[in-house]
């Protein structure tokens, strides 16, 4: 459970982390990050609405940023866990395709270096913080 203050920077009022397995006793799971006793966790569901809702606010909150500058090339670091992996689902290149048209220079894409792992760094309130189900955008601009 996030605070409300950085709740409302991350568009959910829980930080969102995958297992990255099963442990072979049924009853363990390992995590990309530390667990410490009593903390509580919460299963999701998918929400393909929310998925494209909080990836086109994020889009328009970067090409706010973005307004005047020319985007020189784009790096995107995306999620396992978002498609395939976790739900034998691929919608990766229409949420890409969103991406690229928001942050093209006048209907060109800038050049694009893509790649998927299991977890992604931010910022989240001011410090990089480690995410699932996410993708991370960096922009080069002049």
């Known amino acids: 459970e996030l605070p409300k203050e950085i709740a409302e920077e991350y568009g959910s009022t829980h930080i969102l982390r995958g297992a990255s397995k099963r442990g072979a006793t049924g009853g363990t799971m390992y995590m990309a990050i530390n667990v410490s006793d009593g903390d509580r966790f919460w299963l999701t569901t998918r929400d393909e609405e929310r998925i494209f809702s909080e990836q086109e606010k994020a889009l328009e909150s970067m090409k706010s940023d973005l307004e005047g ?74």
Not at 99 to 109: F, H, K, P, T, Y
């Open 69 to 142: 500058k020319n985007i020189i090339a784009v790096f995107q670091t995306d999620c396992l866990f978002r498609g395939r992996t976790l739900f034998n689902k691929v919608m990766k290149d229409e949420l890409t395709g969103m991406m690229q048209i928001a942050l093209s220079n006048d209907g060109e894409v800038p050049p694009w270096l893509g790649m998927c792992g299991f977890g992604e760094f931010c910022l989240l309130n001011g410090k990089n913080t480690f995410h699932t189900y996410t993708t991370s955008l960096m922009s080069l601009y002049r």
